[in-house]
């Protein structure tokens, strides 16, 4: 129900999404991108759809900004003084400029990423981009799930919160050694069979909260792998090895014995055969070809990327979108390698199951508290997993906040937090570059 979408809601909606993607007279428009505007390809009725999967909360506030929007004249204003009522009111106050900010950034993201019902965008013609090239193969899923019938308790030796790149390597370890080991994932399962090559399914399934999600203060927004496998399932697997100098660094000031040493290189090792790091899936597109031509004439260093991928099944053409999930099924993540070996062991994986705390009994870890739901029906079920060895591995983002609701882990948890900046610098070229061929990041100065 959408009793909340009134009409002149509606109106407004429209009249915002037309001012951050708005048609622009100019007679040389083959394609016909100047003169589109956000609702000719529908952004508008794809956001009432996104506001009505919203917590009440996040919508109202929302639909507070549109009702403020609408009281300043953004209805009836120009071109131009819509986008200067946008300015403005971005200046109201930092849950303002937020509001604004997520607001813009969905009109964008529906209006470029929307596909219709061919998977096209019309906008992709300027770019010379095809969107999805095949369709998902028919490929079976090895791992079988646990799916709980009704609320339940879990006896193990250890339970795993995360099957990311961290939580699926204990957990292969461990239940290789023959420890009985559950693996707790708050995403879904998905594989080659789901993956259709398109950005906003991939958003809505495979990453945190959506997509890209802007911190408190909007200096940044932040995405992460929500799925089995975590980030492996949808980043560029690009491998490479710590450097000497910050694991020295690790060793001298934060007190993590060992790392620096020949034991640490070992593990290294064993990980890179088990995913199996290679050179040959690393072509140049022209994005990274463009890298080496620079590194060359500023005469600086360079060098082509490893990335875990199996070469035998690995797809130049259908590798570009491999964060969008790896059609080809080339890609060794943890789902297809540590997660694989840890259910072949025994292991019980759950999927769409979210760790709500950590069960602590006489000042040790003992257990864990879980919710599980199914999308497809809305039913949940209380799980609790009894073990006495809790691995919490659910990344730099969900484990402090695991932490917390448990009411453990120090003083320390929840701070710190060090994040990887990236940036994209445009640029034109007079040859087509082709960005979505082959590996994202294939090249390193």
């Known amino acids: 129900m959408t009793e909340w979408m009134t009409e002149e ?11 951050v993607v708005p048609a622009i007279p100019r007679a040389d428009d083959p394609t016909g991108f100047w003169a589109r505007k956000a609702t000719d390809v529908g952004t508008d009725e794809a956001i009432i759809v996104a506001l009505a999967g919203m917590q009440t909360e996040a919508r109202d506030g929302l639909l507070g ?3 403020g929007l609408v009281a300043q004249g953004i209805l009836t204003a120009s071109q131009l003084s819509r986008e200067q009522i946008l300015s403005r009111t971005a200046l109201f106050g930092p849950a303002a400029a937020f509001g604004v900010g997520a607001l813009s950034g969905l009109v964008r993201l529906m209006a470029y990423g929307l596909p219709d019902a061919v998977g096209q965008n019309p906008f992709w013609k300027a770019f010379g981009y095809p969107g999805p090239i095949s369709a998902p193969p028919q490929a079976p899923k090895p791992i079988r799930p646990l799916v709980p019938n009704g609320d339940m308790t879990i006896d193990a030796d250890v339970v795993v919160v995360g099957s990311g790149s961290g939580g699926g390597v204990v957990a292969g370890k461990l239940a290789a050694a023959g420890l009985k080991v559950v693996v707790l994932e708050a995403g879904g399962y998905f594989n080659e069979a789901d993956f259709n090559q398109l950005e906003l399914w991939a958003y809505q399934n495979l990453y945190w909260r959506g997509g890209p999600t802007p911190a408190a203060d909007l200096n940044i927004s932040i995405m992460a792998g929500a799925a089995l496998g975590g980030g492996s399932t949808i980043n560029w697997s690009n491998c490479l090895r710590t450097r000497p100098w910050v694991r020295e660094e690790w060793a001298r000031e934060h007190g993590l014995e060992g790392v620096d040493g020949h034991d640490f290189d070992r593990h290294l090792d064993a990980v890179c055969a088990r995913i199996g790091v290679t050179d040959q899936c690393s072509e140049f597109n022209g994005p990274n070809q463009r890298i080496e ?4 004439r500023l005469d600086w260093s360079f060098k082509r990327l490893l990335r875990n991928a199996d070469p035998t099944t690995y797809d130049p053409a259908s590798a570009g979108y491999m964060g969008f999930g790896d059609q080809s099924g080339s890609k060794l993540g943890t789902m297809k390698t540590w997660l694989q ?4 062991a025994g292991a019980d994986v759950i999927v769409r199951c979210r760790a709500d705390r950590v069960l602590v009994e006489g000042g040790r870890a003992a257990g864990v508290l ?30 402090p906040a695991l932490l917390l609701r448990s009411g453990i882990g120090g003083p320390a948890v929840g701070r710190y937090l060090r994040l990887h900046p990236c940036t994209a610098i445009a ?11 082959a590996a994202p990041m294939t090249a390193m100065i």
């Open 293 to 296: 031509d620079g590194a060359a």
């Open 370 to 399: 879980a919710t599980y739901r199914d999308p497809a029906t809305g039913a949940s079920a209380a799980l609790t997993v009894r073990a006495p060895q809790v691995v919490v591995a659910g990344g730099a983002l969900e484990s």
């Open 65 to 67: 900004l549109v009702d």
């Open 427 to 437: 640029a034109t070229y007079p040859d087509p570059q082709d960005a979505w061929w």
């Open 9 to 19: 809601r509606r109106a407004g909606l429209r009249a915002i999404c037309d001012t």
């Open 341 to 344: 070996d840890a259910f072949d």
